[in-house]
């Protein structure tokens, strides 16, 4: 049995293998400053409870091991071989060495809590239909719905790019018998089942923008994601094509990034507030105090590399000294309230997408795959790519997204996509992937470690 406190109301979640009743809850997804109280996730009665239930899935991508700071993002950046562990806490550490092994913290905490919200999102999934219409409209009904599909499908997305082949878990959970006789999927068919679960979400979701909750748009953009994933480059085209010929997004300054919110750039951002603090504001070293987490001197002089970083100089600076070497500083999560946003989907990844679709389908379309390039790097301050060969095309869009996504948890994925993990010293194919936490192995016969562990 774990406990694990959120730092504003000290939300006590018990977790016995999947299960995840909650208490209380940060806030709503509309109003940074809002607040809500959820009751127990098996309790959906009515339009109130039904909220607050969807509140809480959303809340759980705002968990400090998901999204929200120090647990998935930092376990993804430390594994690209971009970042220094600079705190005391050696677990970290394993992931810059890829020496992770199933009793690593930090691999519990990160498997626990992006369960816990495939359970929330399950709740929502199988209880708020039941609902009638007098308790809650046909379109509550299926926005509700349709967003759960679509952030169970990031969560099954998340699992099987860092553990492979893991548990579909379809139903609530509020006994440990319940996940008896579930077996892991194999990454292809979680990537397959991401696909349906964003299909369903797509029939129930509004259309529009909301910058900071899920509509049809959204689904669209992780679609594009997902079928780069699955080297299905027509698809990937396809949607991304939909999001980037959308005149509600458009690629806008990097000062604008670096300090705005709901920007045009943004598909779907999490939103915090000062007193409700993303925890990258407490994980990342500042300018006042060197925290756990920093960019190391690579990624800097990559940034700060005219002809590739540009404006994305912006990202990192030194904070160096006589006294303290490699002393980076990150600017993407920084803003002195702790309200910065954290962009889930944002349009950049989208030109990107779409360029890598054009250079690997059967036909490639090179001429496109270089004017989605440039568009990104024209945003940087960077002059255009003349075109040239396919393979020089692939290692330029290896190294746009290093620099366009530098502080963001793409790397690490995007280097085992690309077949070049020994460009951070990982040859051995085992170590692609996590092993499954012990205690989680433990309590749960079903589950088989990945090998290598």
Known sequence: ??????????????????????????????????????????????????????????????????????????????????????????????????????????????????????????????????????????????????????????????????????????????????????????????????????????????????????????????????YLYQENWEKAEEYASKIINNNNYSLVSWSTILS?????????????????????YGTWSSVNYRNQLCPNKGLYTLLHTDSIGGLRSALVTDNSSSAVSNYYVQNLYWRTDGSNPTYVFRLAEQYLIREEARARKSSPDISGAYADLNSVRARAGISNRSISSINFLLNDILQERRVEFALEPQRWFDLIRFGKTADVSVSDANKLIYPIPYNDLQADGDLVQNPGY
């Open 260 to 280: 705005g919110t709901k920007t045009n750039e943004s598909i779907f951002e999490l939103v915090f507030s000062s007193s409700d603090q993303s925890a990258h």
């Open 1 to 226: 049995m774990q406990y694990i406190y959120n730092k504003k109301h000290k939300i006590v979640t018990v977790l016995i293998l999947l299960v995840f009743a909650v208490t209380s809850c940060q806030k709503t997804f509309l109003d940074a400053t809002s607040e809500a109280t959820i009751s127990d996730v098996n309790a959906i009665v009515d339009s109130s409870s039904a909220y607050n239930a969807l509140t809480g899935v959303y809340d759980g991508l705002q968990n400090s091991d998901y999204y929200g700071g120090d647990g998935f993002a930092a376990a993804a950046f430390l594994s690209g071989g971009d970042g220094l562990w600079v705190g005391t806490l050696n677990y970290y550490n394993n992931f810059t060495q890829h020496t992770y092994s199933a009793d690593n913290t930090l691999l519990y905490r990160i498997w626990s809590t992006i369960y816990s919200v495939v359970n929330r999102a399950n709740n929502v999934i199988t209880k708020v239909p039941a609902l009638s219409t007098q308790q809650l409209s046909t379109a509550s009904k299926n926005t509700y719905v349709g967003e759960a599909y679509f952030i169970r499908a990031l969560a099954f997305f998340d699992l099987a790019r860092l553990w492979g082949n893991v548990p579909l878990v379809e139903i609530p959970v509020s006994d440990v018998s319940d996940v008896t006789g579930i077996k892991q999927s194999t990454r292809s068919e979680v990537f397959t089942k991401v696909v349906a679960d964003l299909e369903n979400a797509v029939t129930l979701l509004p259309s529009g923008v909301n910058r900071n909750r899920i509509t049809q748009n959204t689904a669209y953009a992780f679609l594009a994601r997902v």
